[in-house]
Nanobody, 128 residues
Framework: QVQLVESGGGLVQAGGSLRLSCVASGRTFSSYAMGWFRQAPGKEREFVAAVSWIAGNTNYADSVKGRFTISRDNAKNTVYLQMNSLKPEDTAVYYC?????????????????????WGQGTQVTVSS
């Protein structure tokens, strides 16, 4: 049974930083791409960042490129999202996700449909 547990959310002022963590369990972490998505009130869930099973391949939404960094530590079964220069429009519930199948893709997938397992979410609120 796959479980994903996020942490690190909170309230921060615009321009500040937060680091989200997601610990995975239930199957071989290193075999699967990992992603971060977010959902703001009244909006659909959107892609933020992803990292392939080989940590060297990453993918970012244009809205966070240059400000957010995704990374993974396979020894700790953990994926991180370092968020810098936060803006009020980054306010959302952030979800960690794990790829459905171990496809060993040479890129980091960014579609909702690529992911089968989701965490419970962690709230990030950026005040202006």
């Amino acid at each position: 049974q796959v479980q994903l547990v996020e942490s690190g959310g909170g309230l921060v002022q615009a321009g500040g930083s937060l680091r989200l963590s997601c610990v995975a369990s239930g199957r071989t972490f290193s075999s699967y791409a990992m992603g971060w998505f977010r959902q703001a009130p009244g909006k659909e869930r959107e892609f933020v960042a992803a990292v392939s099973w080989i940590a060297g391949n990453t993918n970012y939404a244009d809205s966070v490129k240059g400000r957010f960094t995704i990374s993974r530590d396979n020894a700790k079964n953990t994926v991180y999202l370092q968020m810098n220069s936060l803006k009020p429009e980054d306010t959302a519930v952030y979800y960690c996700a794990q790829e459905q199948d171990d496809r060993f893709l040479p890129y980091a997938p960014r579609q909702n449909a690529d992911y089968a397992y989701w965490g419970q979410g962690t709230q990030v609120t950026v005040s202006s």
